[in-house]
């Protein structure tokens, strides 16, 4: 795959009042790779999702979708050129059953969307490569939140998307039901798929990422392989060594 970022921040800058929650951040996110954002709790991980979506303006700094300018697009119109996401506390309609989350996004997907697709068959193909085919008739509400979490990203690929943000995505999740989602993003990624995950399990980012970012305080701490990150003293002295307290 390229190594071309088909998602870039450059030098985003996002600040609350007197508080810089993201400094001067600037990453690329490749085709068909999986790139980590760890740092501490605040560090500013989902803001910067927040900038990258349309739901946060940054104070300074830009955001590039395959090579264009997308920092004053609203959100839509980002989701509508491949951006996806998932949400650190789950956005799922509970009432609904699990077939239904993924229908209603392929519906929306249609009706906003520039190329249609058959959200019958997409839902079906969906349900079967996420896992979910067993529960695909109960309802959000009646599954437990692990399982919920790949409904949500589920529910993302029915935009069929070139870039999934993905948002504390094993959190809840079982070590099998996290083994099986591990297995789920790498076969995404394999198809092409740019996936940037944020998550504090960090012996899964450092099996399924290629590049990880560090975030401490909202600047860059580190970036690199995770070997290199693992061994990096300031990210063990900033996050990794007090990861039971960060998590
Ligand atoms: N809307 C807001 N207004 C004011 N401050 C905010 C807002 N959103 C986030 N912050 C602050 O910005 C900083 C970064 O928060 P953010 O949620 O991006 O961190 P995070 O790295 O995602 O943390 P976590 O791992 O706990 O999810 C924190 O200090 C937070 O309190």
Avoid: W
């Avoid at 900038?51 to 004053?72: E, H, N």
């Avoid at 070139?162 to 995505?169: A, C, F, I, K, N």
């Amino acid at each position: 795959m390229a190594d071309t970022p088909i998602l870039e921040t450059r030098g985003i800058t996002v600040q609350f009042g007197g508080h810089k929650a993201v400094k001067d951040v600037s990453i690329g996110i490749a085709d068909g790779t999986i790139t980590g954002l760890i740092g501490p709790n605040g560090a500013g991980k989902t803001t910067l999702f927040n900038t990258i979506t349309g739901l946060q303006k940054p104070t300074a700094g830009k955001v590039f979708l395959d090579g264009r300018d997308i920092t004053s697009a609203p959100p839509y119109k980002r989701a509508r050129r491949g951006l996806a996401r998932t949400f650190q506390r789950l956005e799922l309609f509970v009432s609904l059953s699990v077939r239904d989350n993924l229908r209603v996004a392929g519906d929306i997907h249609n009706a906003n969307g520039r190329a249609r697709i058959d959200v019958e068959a997409e839902t079906d193909r969906l349900l079967e490569l996420t896992g979910l085919a067993d529960i695909a008739d109960k309802d959000v509400s009646d599954i437990p939140t692990g399982r919920a979490r790949v409904v949500e990203v589920a529910r993302a690929l029915m935009t069929s998307p070139r870039v999934l943000l993905l948002d504390e995505p094993a959190s809840g999740q079982t070590d099998q039901e996290t083994d099986e989602f591990a297995e789920l993003l790498t076969g995404l990624a394999d198809q092409g798929l740019a996936i940037c995950l944020v998550e504090h399990d960090i012996p899964l980012v450092m099996k399924l990422c290629s590049t990880i970012h560090v975030l401490d305080y909202g600047a860059i701490l580190a970036s690199g392989l995770p070997e290199e990150i693992k061994n990096d003293q300031s990210v063990i002295n900033a996050y990794i060594g007090t990861e039971e307290e960060a998590v």
